[in-house]
């Protein structure tokens, strides 16, 4: 394929216009095939970008090493450049969209003038979600990193299919990437070029573009993934009426049987793939993964909402993933074809991360030096990932990648919090499920001994990738709460995090939180008991069969701290205040039935 082979017109003058700016040394379409992957996989090996893993220990994987000033998303360069700074809400970061092109794209210095000099512009036309899915979407990615290339063929679909379709005219997100650094005649390359000082992030929703300049790096390159479908598809969702969450899916299947699939929102790093992937201690219950961050979700014609995972890959994080904590994502990373970053080399050629199973007596750090077992610095950078196709994964759902999506009968929220919030909590209504969504947060620093914490809001968890004002958000929530002929999902609040006074976990966490999905489950079937509280319905009984736990660290787990939550309500106030007349009034009525209730 080549740019004189596109028909549509408007394609071409954004294609074309791209490459007049950036004038990359060479443009190559990019057919998600496995020939093209192996040969610029072994390009960036010849380069040095790219280090061949041992085939025995994984099979068809690489490993690769950031820059130091580059290794994790960067939330202080992301920029939502709406018309008006009141759309982006007090959340997000603005930039006028006038001022934000030019910086980026200014013909006399934008910071992408030239800057694909001496590179290759590759053109990744992807699908978020199956393609031909009624849920999914289509963006294309410029962009100068082979690096990107690989990974986006493991994150997305990528397909010639697409192109032709967005040639025929159907709409697509325009991502554009470059790693900030040309390179002059006789230059000599960096293993992870970047522009560390100069990152932009930024995001026009109005126009459905994103402009990324300056990092390599995960969730600022792979522009599919937190940019598109979060932040632009937010946008999209709250314009066309859907759902885009920062959400894993699970399917649950119960020992008769029966099935039901649960979506979950929980911040970053609070065990999202591990519970999207986990293994139930309760026999004869089964948890099957359909994803394990983003879920998009549909009315279907029944009424009920239809999730889809628009990705087709897991970018998980590597430290801390184990045989104990998430044995499927081992099992997946081991079957190989994997991208490993800022992870440490083994002598053997295999990966290393602190946390797994074995510790090597030697290795190479992510830093390239030797490390030797009981080094006091980490072999793996904290943020390390592996980059895994979810086809590999050995509980992945049959129907994972069904384009009707799976019907949602019940919504997770939680966070980390050692004091006051219960083991689970059923909302009562959607309002109030949407207070619980409005109100998730996790402590500041990890509290000790069931001492409250100052508390960090993370609404719905998205509050690094709400595309558009928080309030208008919680308030599009509440819409798809009317809509008539809804059969709406229940919704919870899981806390897994919780301790005793004494500072020990009061909760085992892991496969034991099969425990609380059973609950949940039973609950969506009428077949379950709770006891009605000021802040919800809490387990009668919860399945505590065969669990070597004191009572009182049960009923700690399963009561109401109403002095507790007391002391919470005025930080949801101040939390509230932030939303000023954006703040739905239903969330203000909630929070004062609560505090009414607590106050009894
Ligand atoms: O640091 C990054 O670029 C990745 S962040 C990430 C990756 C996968 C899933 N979730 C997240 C997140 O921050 O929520
Ligand atoms: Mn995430």
């Known amino acids: 394929m080549d740019i004189t082979k596109l028909k549509n017109k408007k394609l071409v003058e954004w294609l074309q216009g791209w490459i007049d700016l950036c004038t990359p040394d060479e443009v190559v379409f990019c057919d998600g095939s496995k020939k093209q992957y192996n040969k610029i996989a072994n390009m960036l090996v010849k380069a040095g970008v790219f280090i061949k893993l041992d085939d025995e220990k994984k099979p068809n994987s690489y490993a690769v ?162 940019c598109f479908a979060l932040r632009i598809a937010s946008v999209q969702a709250r314009d066309e009426g859907w759902l885009a969450e920062h959400m894993l899916i699970l399917k649950l299947t119960n020992p008769k049987g029966s099935v039901k699939y649960v979506a979950a929102a929980f911040p970053s790093a609070c065990g999202k793939t591990n519970l999207a992937m986990m293994e139930p201690t309760l026999k004869g219950w089964k948890v099957e993964t359909i994803g394990d961050d983003i879920a998009w979700m549909k009315f279907g014609e029944d009424g009920r909402l239809y999730a889809i995972n628009p990705e087709a890959g897991f970018f998980g994080v590597a430290p801390g993933t184990s045989m104990q904590s998430n044995p499927n994502a081992m099992r997946t990373v081991n079957k190989g074809n994997c991208i490993f970053t800022n992870c440490a080399i083994t002598e053997d050629g295999d990966i290393f991360w602190e946390g797994m199973d074995e510790t090597p007596d030697f290795c190479v750090d992510w830093l390239r030096r030797p490390w030797k077992k009981g080094s006091k610095a980490k072999a793996a950078n904290p943020n390390a990932r592996f980059t895994a196709p979810a086809s590999q994964c050995p509980v992945i759902a049959k129907e994972w990648e069904d384009p009707a999506g799976v019907p949602i009968s019940a919504f997770l929220f939680g966070g980390r919090r050692a004091a006051v919030v219960p083991l689970v909590n059923e909302a009562t209504s959607w309002e109030h499920g949407v207070f619980l969504g409005a109100t998730m947060a996790s402590e500041k620093t990890a509290a000790a001994a069931g001492v409250v914490g100052e508390l960090r809001f993370d609404p719905f968890a998205m509050l690094p990738f709400c595309g558009y004002h928080m309030g208008d958000y919680f308030a599009h929530w509440l819409k798809i709460g009317k809509k008539s002929g809804a059969k709406l999902p229940k919704i919870y609040y899981v806390n897994w995090f919780r301790k005793a006074a004494d500072g020990h976990w009061l909760w085992p966490g892991f496969g034991e939180n099969s425990r609380v999905l059973k609950w949940v489950f039973e609950r969506c079937d009428d077949k379950a008991d709770a006891v009605s509280t000021p802040i919800g319905n809490l387990p009668k009984d919860l399945d505590f069969g065969g669990l070597d736990m004191p009572e009182a660290d049960k009923k700690e787990l399963l009561s109401c701290d109403v002095e507790g939550w007391k002391g919470v309500i005025p930080e949801i106030k101040n939390h509230f205040a932030k939303f000023g007349d954006r703040l739905p009034k239903e969330l203000n009525k909630q929070l004062e039935g609560l505090e009414k209730r607590l106050s009894k």
Not at 145 to 171: A, F, H, Q, W
Not at 203 to 220: A, C, K, Q, V
């Open 65 to 226: 090493r950031s820059d130091v000033g580059d290794v994790a998303r960067v939330e202080e360069r992301t920029f939502i450049c709406s018309k008006t700074k009141e759309e982006a809400g007090p959340t997000n970061n603005w930039c006028d969209p006038v001022e934000m092109r030019a910086i980026l794209c200014g013909k006399q210095n934008g910071l992408y003038k030239g800057c694909m000099k001496g590179r290759t512009m590759y053109v990744i036309p992807f699908s978020m979600g199956p393609v031909d899915s009624p849920i999914s979407k289509y963006g294309i990615e410029l962009t100068d990193s082979g690096y990107v290339v690989c990974n986006m063929n493991i994150m997305t679909r990528v397909s010639p299919k697409i192109l032709e379709r967005i040639d025929d005219g159907t709409e697509f997100v325009k991502c554009v990437h470059s790693v900030g650094a040309p390179l002059n005649p006789g230059d000599a390359d960096s293993t992870w070029p970047c522009d560390a000082k100069h990152k932009y992030i930024t995001h026009f929703p109005d126009t459905r573009e994103i402009l990324s300049y300056g990092s390599g790096y995960g969730g600022n390159a792979l522009l599919g993934k937190k």
